[in-house]
């Protein structure tokens, strides 16, 4: 027997469970999901991806109608990924992750919710950042549900990457705050002082002293101090237009180990005060904290 002919014998299977009578009041809608879920395993094993969510979305139906909430959530989450690394169909592969999530929230398991959220954001980054980053944030309230505040700052972190590689530097701004938010909260110091620094830095980007002072001065309690004379001196050097404090501090080697688009960010602030020096030259990937192989992509 073909995998599509037995396909097929789980579809007849799954149609006589749904069969009611004079001796069966109700449909088997337990045996029908069961019958039809094995039918979308079939179809996906000979690449009929449509088919496969065809059938995934008939058992996650039945699984919601008898209360199999978890089951369910699987099946819609297994129609998402084929929808969208299989169809490039992401409209529809949004929607399926959205009621997966609603399914694993309802049966209880928010942070199986989160990770769902998670999974469907890392697929949809490139294809569509804005979409995944919201994912991620939504992520981070989930995770909130049971006060898993580590959990909800790597969330927000993750959003803020995505908002700082599609140049939307307010929104990472807010992100990266509420990161810091949720670190205090876990009281991880060494966490909050690194976050610290990146919302500094993000506001510099955004040509916003004001707020990156603002952001520093209220966070500096957790700064490390060696990292805080740095930082100190940077915005002192912003404040008073000097370029060679700036280019110093950005060299520090805790600004340098940062995250891959904070420094980034970095290489352009150190490029604008080298610019006021006279310097004309872009910086090394050395100078802007970028390693060898992300310089060559940019």
């Not at 950042?129 to 969330?155: C, R």
């Not at 807010?174 to 620094?197: C, I, K, P, T, W």
Request: glycine share 4%; proline share 1%; with cysteine.
């Amino acid at each position: 027997m073909s995998k599509e002919e037995e396909a097929h014998s789980y579809i007849k299977e799954a149609e006589k469970c749904l069969q009611t009578g004079l001796l069966k009041r109700s449909p088997d809608y337990d045996g029908a999901a069961n019958e039809y879920q094995k039918a979308a395993t079939c179809y996906k094993t000979i690449k009929k991806t449509a088919k496969s969510i065809e059938f995934n979305n008939k058992a996650a139906e039945c699984f919601e109608k008898c209360k199999s909430y978890y089951s369910a959530a699987k099946c819609y989450e297994a129609a998402g990924m084929m929808y969208g690394k299989d169809l490039n169909q992401w409209d529809q592969a949004v929607t399926s992750f959205q009621t997966a999530c609603a399914m694993y929230r309802e049966h209880g398991v928010p942070d199986t919710a989160a990770q769902c959220l998670d999974r469907a954001a890392k697929i949809m980054e490139s294809i569509i950042p804005e979409k995944a980053a919201d994912f991620y944030v939504t992520a981070a309230d989930v995770a909130m549900i049971e006060s898993k505040h580590h959990q909800a700052a790597e969330f927000c972190g993750k959003a803020a990457r995505v908002f700082l590689k599609i140049k939307n530097l307010t929104r990472a701004a807010e992100l990266v705050q509420n990161q810091l938010e949720y670190l205090v909260e876990a009281e991880d110091v060494a966490g909050s002082s690194r976050v610290v620094v990146c919302v500094t830095l993000i506001h510099l980007a955004r040509d916003d002293y004001v707020a990156a002072k603002r952001a520093f001065t209220d966070g500096r309690a957790y700064v490390d101090q060696q990292e805080l004379y740095s930082m100190e001196l940077l915005l002192d050097g912003v404040d008073t237009m000097d370029s060679k404090k700036v280019v110093n501090a950005l060299n520090h080697p805790f600004i340098k180990s940062l995250d891959n688009e904070i420094t980034k960010i970095v290489r352009d602030i150190t490029n604008k005060y080298k610019a006021l020096e006279g310097n004309d030259g872009q910086v090394s990937a050395q100078d802007g904290g970028i390693d060898s192989e992300a310089a060559a992509l940019m």
